[in-house]
């Protein structure tokens, strides 16, 4: 069992910067690939980006590659998101997760088998 706790979220203009950290508990984080999403009011829950155990290779949404960058330090069981350039539809709650199974690249809700209760994040115009 992993337990996810992610923090970082806030309000913050567009065109700033934020940096999400997702805390996971276990000895066996580097077991897992990990993986952020987001879901704003009405909408369901979309693919934000993804990082393999080792690191060795991240995957990203279209609508946040260039701006966004995942990372991963495993002596921390912590994984990041690094937000710039923000827009207004960033806005969301955004969760981390944990997938133990083999994706292309994570990028399916279905490879996860973990999940955190979400960080907001509040992009202003």
């Known amino acids: 069992q992993v337990q996810l706790v992610e923090s970082g979220g806030g309000l913050v203009q567009a065109g700033g910067s934020l940096r999400l950290s997702c805390a996971a508990s276990?000895?066996?984080?580097?077991?897992?690939?990990m993986g952020w999403f987001r879901q704003a009011p009405g909408k369901e829950r979309e693919f934000v980006a993804a990082?393999?155990?080792?690191?060795?290779?991240?995957y990203y949404a279209d609508s946040v590659k260039g701006r966004f960058t995942i990372s991963r330090d495993n002596a921390k069981n912590t994984v990041y998101l690094q937000m710039n350039s923000l827009k207004p539809e960033d806005t969301a709650v955004y969760y981390c997760?944990?997938?133990?199974?083999?994706?292309?690249?994570?990028?399916?809700?279905?490879?996860?088998?973990?999940w955190g209760q979400g960080t907001q994040v509040t992009v202003s115009s």
């Open positions: 990082i393999r155990r080792s690191g060795s290779n991240t």
């Open positions: 276990g000895r066996t984080f580097s077991s897992y690939a």
């Open positions: 997760a944990a997938s133990k199974v083999y994706s292309r690249d994570y990028s399916a809700r279905g490879d996860y088998d973990y």
